[in-house]
């Protein structure tokens, strides 16, 4: 039987998986120059990460994944 700190173990396991298969997705990608959502310009930092949105987006992105996530 699965106990409260085994299954705080998986959601933490879980939640590295995907951010990895993120990284690992994007790191296939050619780098982006411009913000895929509202084509600014991205920072040459944000391009090494090869991340495609600029700040503000990812920003708006990742409160929108908070409120909308259901696990
Ligand atoms: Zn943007």
Known sequence: MAD??????????????????IQRAA??????????????PITPARQKLRLHLCLDCAQLRERANRVFRRD
């Open 4 to 21: 409260e700190a085994d299954i705080a173990n998986d959601a933490i396991l879980a939640d590295m998986e995907r951010r990895i298969a």
């Open 27 to 40: 790191a296939n990608r050619p780098p982006v120059t411009h913000c895929e959502e509202c084509e600014e």
